[in-house]
C-alpha cells in the first residue's frame, strides 16, 4: 500500500502533484497571501487602531485619509473609516464564508442525489435547479431580504438560497459520469446502501471540482453582500459591512470621495483573491471549465 | 426541425411551471402574504382582513390559490400597483424601454469589444496580451458595478466633466444626441462585467474551431491567415456565443438594476427598488415574475436562432 502510494507521489497531500501545481500557479499564490493578509488586518486591526468603529467624533467629520492618526479619514459622523473597514470585513468575509458552506453544502446534497439516482427524481431536481437560475439572482434575494427580517444569518440564508445552483450543476454533472465506474459497481454488488455509496464512495472522488465551485462561491457571496447591503436590504447599521458603507456615499462623492472608494477597493480586493484561488484549484485539480 | 421544436418548447413550458411555483413561494413568503398591502392600511381591521381573504379565497388549500393565480397570470392580470393603482404590466411597460435600451447599447458594447479581445487572445497564445487579458478579465469580474459605476461618475462626471452623471436625458432636452450622452457611461459600467464573461468564452471558441480539420484545408489551400480569420473562425465561434448571450441575460439583469440605481436611469431595476421601498409587493412580484420569463423566453429563442443557423445542433 505504502509502496503504491509513494510510487504515484500522491502519499501526503503536501507534495502531491495537486498542491505542486497549486503552487506553480502564481495568481493563486498572490490571491492566498492577501486573503492571509486581509483576514489578519480585519482580526487584529481594529486592537491596534486608536478609534473604535463606532466611535464618533463630530469635529473630526470628512477628515480625509492621513489626518492624524485617522489613516484612511473619517465618515460624515466622523467615525474612523480605517476601524470601520477592518469592522466591516469581519462581517463581510464572515457572511461570504457561511453562505459558501451553505450553499455548497445544499448544492452538493442536490447534485449528489440527482446524479445518482437519476430518474425523473434527477430530472426534477435539475429543473429546478435552471428554474433558480432563470431569475436574475439580485430581484430574487432583495424580494427575499425585504421579506423576511434582516439580520446577518438571514441575509447568510438568502444569498445561500440565490447560489447553490452552480455547485449543483457541477456535483450532479461529476456523479453522473462516476456512477457507472466500477467502484460503484462493485460497493452496489457489496450491498452497500445508496446513502453510503453516494457520499461515501462517489463523494470523495468528487471533491475537486467541488471545492473550486466552493472557492468560487465565496467571491460570488462577498459580491451579493457588497450588492443587497449598498441597496440598503443587506446588513443593516450600525453593524458595518463594505456594502453598507457604501450605501450612502454617493452623495458624498464629490466632497469625500474616499468614502466610495476605500470600502470598494477591499471588495475588489478580496473577490479577485478569491477568484484567483479558484482559478488556480481548478488548474491543479485539473477541472475543466465547461462542465455541463 | 419539427422535433426539435417541440422538445424545446416542453422543455421551456416546464421551466415556466417551476418558475411560477418558485415565484409563489416568494409571494407567500412576504409577510402578509398576498395580504401584504392591506396590512399597511390602519384603517383595516383583523375583521376585515378575514372578510378579504374569504373573498379572495385565501383560505382554500395553497394548490387551488396558486392555480388560481397562475391562471391569472396566464391571463395578463398580474395585479395592480398599490402606490397608483395602475396595473403591474402597464407599470413594467413603462419601465421597460429604458432597461432595453441600456441593456441593449451595453451588449453591443460587450459583444464588440469582448469578440476582438476572445479573438486575439486565441491567435496570440500566451502571449504577453494574453496573458494581461486573462489577468485583466478576473479582476473585471471582481469589481462591484456599483463601484465601477461611482469611480467613473467620479472620473468622468465630477473631475473631468465629460460625462452626465446620471439621468436618462436633459429634462427640456429629449434629442437623440442628448440620450446617447447620458448612455455611455452607464453602459460601459454595465459592460464591463460582460467583455470579461464574453472574451473569455470567444478565446476558448476560438481555440477550439482553430483547431479543426477544416482551418487546416483552408492553410493547405494557401488562403491568407487573415482571411481564414474572418471567414472561417470568426463565424464558427461566435455560433455558440449566441446560446452565451442568452445565458448571460439573468446577470445582465441583475447589473442593470444595480448601474440603473447608481445613475438614476428609469428603468426596471430602479423601478424594483421604488417598489421595494413602498413595500408594494404586487409590482415587485410581477418584476420577479417577468424578468424569470423574458429569461426563459430569450433561451428558448437564441436556442431555435442557433438551430436553424446551425443544422448540426438539430440533429444531435
Given at each position: 500500500m505504502t509502496a503504491i502510494a509513494a510510487k504515484s507521489g500522491q502519499d501526503r497531500w503536501w507534495n502531491s502533484r495537486t498542491t505542486h501545481r497549486f503552487l506553480g500557479h502564481h495568481l493563486a499564490l498572490l490571491g492566498m497571501v492577501m486573503i492571509v493578509c486581509?483576514t ?134 461529476e456523479?453522473?459520469?462516476l456512477?457507472?465506474?466500477?467502484f ?16 461515501r464512495e462517489?463523494l470523495p472522488n468528487a471533491i475537486g471540482p467541488i471545492i473550486v465551485a466552493a472557492t ?57 483573491s478569491f477568484?484567483f484561488i479558484g482559478d488556480g484549484l481548478r488548474d491543479a485539480f485539473d477541472v475543466r471549465?465547461?462542465?455541463? | ?316
Amino acid at each position: 500500500m505504502t509502496a503504491i502510494a509513494a510510487k504515484s507521489g500522491q502519499d501526503r497531500w503536501w507534495n502531491s502533484r495537486t498542491t505542486h501545481r497549486f503552487l506553480g500557479h502564481h495568481l493563486a499564490l498572490l490571491g492566498m497571501v492577501m486573503i492571509v493578509c486581509l483576514t489578519l488586518a480585519c482580526v487584529l486591526g481594529p486592537h491596534l487602531l486608536p478609534y473604535d468603529s463606532l466611535y464618533i467624533d463630530l469635529r473630526a467629520r470628512f477628515s480625509p485619509p492621513l489626518t492624524g492618526y485617522h489613516y484612511l479619514g473619517t465618515d460624515p459622523l466622523g467615525r474612523d473609516v480605517a476601524a470601520r473597514l477592518f469592522m466591516a470585513g469581519r462581517t463581510s468575509l464572515l457572511v461570504g464564508f457561511s453562505a459558501m458552506l451553505l450553499s455548497t453544502l445544499i448544492g452538493t446534497f442536490v447534485g449528489v442525489i440527482a446524479g445518482y439516482r437519476g430518474g425523473w427524481i434527477g430530472t426534477i431536481l435539475m429543473r429546478t435547479v435552471d428554474g433558480f437560475l432563470s431569475f436574475p439572482s439580485i430581484f430574487l434575494v432583495l424580494a427575499l431580504a425585504a421579506a423576511l427580517k434582516p439580520g446577518p444569518i438571514m441575509i447568510t440564508v438568502v444569498i445561500a438560497a440565490s447560489s447553490w445552483m452552480e455547485v449543483a450543476r457541477i456535483v450532479e454533472a461529476e456523479v453522473r459520469s462516476l456512477r457507472e465506474r466500477e467502484f460503484v459497481q462493485a460497493g452496489r454488488m457489496l450491498g452497500l446502501s445508496g446513502t453510503h455509496i453516494m457520499f461515501r464512495e462517489i463523494l470523495p472522488n468528487a471533491i475537486g471540482p467541488i471545492i473550486v465551485a466552493a472557492t468560487l462561491t465565496v467571491a460570488r457571496a462577498i459580491l451579493m453582500e457588497a450588492y443587497i447591503s449598498f441597496l440598503g436590504y443587506g446588513i443593516q447599521p450600525p453593524l458595518p459591512s463594505w456594502g453598507n458603507m457604501l450605501n450612502g456615499a454617493q452623495q458624498y462623492l464629490n466632497s469625500a470621495p474616499w468614502l466610495a472608494i476605500i470600502p470598494g477597493a477591499a471588495i475588489t480586493i478580496a473577490v479577485t483573491s478569491f477568484n484567483f484561488i479558484g482559478d488556480g484549484l481548478r488548474d491543479a485539480f485539473d477541472v475543466r471549465a465547461d462542465h455541463s | 426541425m419539427r422535433g426539435f421544436l417541440i422538445n424545446r418548447l416542453c422543455q421551456s413550458l416546464v421551466l415556466l411551471l417551476i418558475v411560477s411555483v418558485i415565484g409563489f413561494v416568494v409571494l407567500n413568503l412576504i409577510p402578509g402574504g398576498p395580504l401584504a398591502q392591506f396590512g399597511l392600511d390602519p384603517s383595516m381591521t383583523q375583521d376585515d382582513l378575514n372578510r378579504l381573504k374569504e373573498q379572495l379565497g385565501l383560505n382554500r388549500p395553497l394548490w387551488m390559490q396558486y392555480l388560481d393565480w397562475a391562471w391569472r397570470l396566464v391571463q395578463g392580470d398580474w395585479g395592480h400597483s398599490f402606490r397608483d393603482g395602475a396595473s403591474v404590466l402597464d407599470v413594467i411597460g413603462r419601465h421597460l424601454f429604458a432597461t432595453l435600451l441600456l441593456m441593449g447599447s451595453s451588449t453591443i458594447i460587450a459583444i464588440a469589444i469582448g469578440t476582438w479581445i476572445g479573438i486575439r487572445g486565441a491567435t496570440h497564445r500566451y502571449s504577453v496580451f494574453d496573458y494581461l487579458a486573462t489577468v485583466g478579465a478576473m479582476v473585471a469580474l471582481s469589481i462591484p458595478t456599483f463601484w465601477f459605476g461611482l469611480v467613473g461618475i467620479y472620473v468622468f462626471s465630477l473631475q473631468l466633466g465629460w460625462l452626465p452623471a446620471g439621468n436618462m436625458y436633459t429634462i427640456g432636452d429629449g434629442s437623440a444626441l442628448n440620450y446617447m450622452h447620458h448612455l455611455i457611461l452607464p453602459s460601459i459600467v454595465l459592460a464591463l462585467v460582460h467583455v470579461a464573461i464574453w472574451s473569455r468564452y470567444m478565446r476558448s471558441a476560438t481555440l477550439d474551431v482553430i483547431s479543426q480539420e477544416f482551418v487546416k484545408t483552408a492553410r493547405a489551400k494557401g488562403l491568407s491567415e487573415r482571411r481564414i480569420l474572418m471567414k472561417h473562425v470568426v463565424g464558427n465561434a461566435l455560433l455558440p456565443m449566441i446560446t452565451l448571450a442568452g445565458m448571460q441575460l439573468p446577470s445582465v439583469l441583475t447589473g442593470a438594476l444595480v448601474t440603473e440605481t447608481v445613475f438614476t436611469w428609469p428603468g426596471m431595476g430602479r423601478l424594483f427598488l421604488d417598489s421595494l421601498g413602498y413595500s408594494d409587493y404586487p409590482v415587485v412580484m410581477g418584476l420577479l415574475m417577468f424578468s424569470a420569463i423574458l429569461v426563459v423566453l430569450c433561451n428558448l429563442i437564441t436556442d431555435i436562432v442557433v438551430a436553424i443557423i446551425d443544422p448540426r445542433i438539430r440533429l444531435s
